[in-house]
């Protein structure tokens, strides 16, 4: 079964991460990855009651953390640890994430 997971910040700037070999994240860690995330880089619900959806973490997380974090090969393992915990976290093998139109699909 296929696994990757594309983050999208506009043409020409995607980024896939193929998840085939790469260790799975056990769902509860990945849940607590987000969290963490979310909190570390001072994201803020995007729903006006408050809540905060898994996808929505998805989501705030990969536009708070930069196209950088993506892009740079300093911050790979950061960026492979998020493709990790998006996939894991949502139960999905395939997850695209569009920044810009801050939508999710899979």
């Keep these: 079964m ?3 997971v594309t983050v999208i ?4 700037f995607t980024y896939r991460f193929d998840l085939e070999e ?8 990945a849940r ?3 969290d963490e995330q979310f909190t570390f880089l001072g ?9 905060v959806l898994t996808a929505d ?4 997380v990969a536009q708070a953390a930069g196209e950088a974090r993506f892009r740079d090969e300093a911050h790979h393992a950061w960026a492979v640890a998020f493709a990790k915990a ?9 997850v695209s ?10």
Excluded: F, N
Excluded at 57 to 60: A, E, I, P
């Design 2 to 4: 296929r696994s990757h």
């Design 9 to 12: 910040w506009g043409e020409p």
């Design 22 to 29: 790469v260790q799975p994240m056990p769902h509860d860690m």
């Design 32 to 34: 607590s990855w987000l």
């Design 43 to 51: 994201c803020e619900p995007i729903r006006a009651t408050g809540k």
């Design 57 to 60: 973490k998805v989501l705030c």
């Design 86 to 94: 998006a996939s894991a976290a949502l139960a999905k093998p395939v």
């Design 97 to 106: 994430v569009d920044v810009q139109a801050m939508t999710l699909s899979y």
